[in-house]
């Protein structure tokens, strides 16, 4: 039984605790691993691309060519050193994002993969901002402090089609709501003043990227 099960996490069907929410904490070296393996790694997107800047199409289609997509997102995020990755940042227009994030530095670590993502929104009183320096890879060697929410609730489904349930707080809450940003056409420098986005593009231009990048497309 224990094998089936690892066997289950590695197709991309994860447990779920009482509340419902995956549990994508368990066995995470072995289930990227799986993944990245599996895949070919592929030159990032960069800020500028129209794929970056519109929103994604819906997964309809949960088979092999979508399995095969995430292994090679797994392996381009390797490759990045990203802490998580949305397909359209490797080009593709589909609403899939994996990850392989910590809850804090030093914290749990969370690996998983979400397609058709969505923000679930928490009432108003309930939701504390939380300043972070924030970065991406398809904004190379830019970083910039962005206030988001310290918790989020994504709703979505697995490479199988079965719905989930994804919940994260302080650094994964942020990688959580930036990777579903991207699948809507929105880059974590849209949310930026004029002044802190110039100065982001700025950091870029005079940066030179440690991993390889697409030409505009």
């Known amino acids: 039984m224990a ?8 197709a991309g069907v994860l447990p779920v605790d009482d509340e419902g929410y995956v549990v994508d904490t368990e066995d995470c070296e072995a289930r990227e ?5 599996r895949g070919t790694s592929r030159p990032i997107t960069v ?6 800047h ?5 997964v309809t289609d949960f088979g092999d060519e979508l399995r095969q997509l995430v292994a090679d997102m797994f392996a381009s995020q390797r490759t990045a050193s990203g802490v998580g990755l949305a397909a359209n940042q490797i080009g593709v227009g589909l609403k899939v994002f994996v990850y392989d994030c910590p809850e804090v530095k030093g914290g749990p670590r969370h690996v ?8 679930v929104e928490r009432p108003a009183a309930e939701r504390r901002l939380a300043e972070g320096k924030e ?3 398809s904004v190379p060697t830019a970083f910039a402090e962005l206030a988001r929410p310290d918790y989020a609730e994504v709703t979505g489904q697995d490479v199988r089609g079965n719905p989930v349930r994804v919940r994260g707080r302080d650094f994964f809450a942020r990688c959580l709501q930036h990777e579903t940003d991207h ?3 929105r880059l974590y420098i849209d949310r930026l003043s004029a002044r802190d ?4 593009l700025r950091q870029m231009a005079e940066g030179e990227p440690r991993y390889p990048v697409a030409d505009h497309g």
């Not at 094998?3 to 590695?10: K, L, R, S, V």
């Not at 800020?47 to 970056?52: C, D, K, Q």
């Not at 986005?197 to 982001?200: G, Q, S, Y």
Request: charge should be negative.
């Open 33 to 37: 691993a799986a993944w990245r393996e």
């Open 197 to 200: 986005r110039k100065d982001a």
């Open 112 to 119: 998983g993969v979400v397609c058709n993502p969505r923000l």
């Open 54 to 58: 519109r929103e994604c199409a819906d």
């Open 47 to 52: 800020v500028g691309n129209p794929v970056l």
């Open 183 to 185: 699948l809507y056409g």
């Open 135 to 137: 970065g991406c890879l």
């Open 3 to 10: 094998q089936q099960d690892t066997d289950q996490q590695h």
